[in-house]
């Protein structure tokens, strides 16, 4: 007998199977276009052609080889950032402190290389790694400690650390830290150039990349594919019934928001030692909270991130060419993706119940 094919849109077991996959990529795909579409009636409003304005978009984030390189460079601190916001998740706690942890991680990374003037860069770059991630993370695991053991909201407690975190940089940087030679702008003193960790050969893209897919795969990895990522997720279904099993919940919390912020602190390190060159005001970018959104888009998934992270470094890397061209202004890709934030959320009711998805005629 002759095997007969069964179209997948028409076998209930296909969508029954899969469509819990499709609906996490095609709501997301469907909250995305939705903002576009109402971010180009907003553009129209001001006398713009939206067609002109997606295809400067395109332009500047994917259309030649250097906004791939300016795009990429983008979005290897939204990756990492994401995770901070990711990996809580799988416990059921909503971190959105990833930018405080970057400015941590960067103060602590810098503050380390200034200690050791005659190391050799290996060395001064590995302690900074080391030091930016355990800022951070220390600095995420203060939120987890307030919720696990005070009852504090991690949301309020790791926003207001934000805040926190940026008061303590610019105390540092104006005062103790500030280089005497930066009259216009308080900064620390430079790193030293052989101390940046430069960039990817045959490319304008820096390691930070490197470090941020290898942080999500091996994201991906621990939450998915192993015991303590099976217990976190146990603990974020229900966590009296992984009290009940003998999970020690308190332990999850604790280790989960310091990867959390090591991932975010290592962020804050990439900035200094690959761009700035040394620490001040200019490292409070946004990608902390631009993490966010790239973390509710992949619906908190490791992998899911590093495409999203790319979407939206591209849209960022996009502002400066709406702006010569379109005479837009530079932060008009910031309104986007508030819209872009608000559909996401809108879009998080419409999982489960999209009727075909589950085999329903």
């Known amino acids: 007998m002759e095997a007969v094919a069964i179209a997948p849109s028409a076998d209930p077991g296909f969508l029954q199977r899969h469509g819990a996959t499709i609906e996490y990529i095609l709501i997301p795909g469907a909250a995305l276009a939705g903002a576009l579409v109402v971010f180009g009636i907003f553009v129209a409003l001001f006398g713009k052609n939206p067609l002109d304005l997606y295809f400067y978009m395109y332009q500047g984030a994917f259309g030649t080889w250097f906004s791939w390189q300016n795009t990429l460079t983008r979005a290897a601190p939204l990756i990492l950032t994401a995770l901070c916001t990711a990996l809580p998740a799988q416990l ?28 050799p860069p290996l060395a001064v770059q590995c302690a900074m790694a080391a030091a930016g991630m355990i800022g951070g993370g220390l600095w995420i695991m203060l939120s987890g400690g307030l919720r696990q053991y005070r009852g504090v909201n991690e949301t309020i407690s790791s926003l207001l650390l934000v805040y926190i975190g940026l008061a303590i940089l610019n105390h540092l940087v104006e005062g103790a830290m ?60 229900n966590i009296r019934a992984a009290k009940i099993v003998g999970l020690s919940v308190g332990k ?59 979407l939206l470094g591209g849209i960022g890397a996009s502002g400066g060419l709406l702006q010569r061209r379109l005479g837009l202004p530079d932060a008009s890709v910031q309104v986007l993706q508030g819209i872009i934030f608000v559909f996401v959320l809108a879009s998080d009711a419409v999982y489960g119940r999209i009727g075909f998805l589950k085999g329903k005629s």
């Not at 310091?258 to 975010?264: D, T």
């Open 92 to 119: 059921g706690m909503v971190i959105i402190g990833g930018e405080g942890a970057l400015l941590i991680g960067a103060l602590s990374a810098t503050s380390i290389a200034l200690t050791m003037p005659s190391a």
């Open 178 to 237: 500030r280089d005497p030679a930066s009259l216009n702008k308080p900064s620390t003193r430079e790193i030293g150039a052989a101390n940046m960790i430069g960039s990817i050969p045959g490319t304008d893209v820096h390691w930070g990349l490197v470090f941020g897919l290898i942080a999500a795969l091996a994201s991906y990895v621990l939450i998915y594919h192993t015991t303590f990522g099976f217990a976190a997720r146990v603990a974020g279904g």
């Open 252 to 310: 999850l919390i604790m280790t989960v928001c310091f990867l959390a912020g090591a991932s975010a602190g290592l962020a804050g390190m990439v900035e200094v030692a690959a761009v700035q060159g040394r620490t001040n005001a200019n490292l409070a970018a946004g990608y902390g909270f631009t993490g966010i959104l790239v973390a509710f888009l992949s619906r908190q998934n490791p992998l899911a991130i590093i495409p999203v992270a790319i």
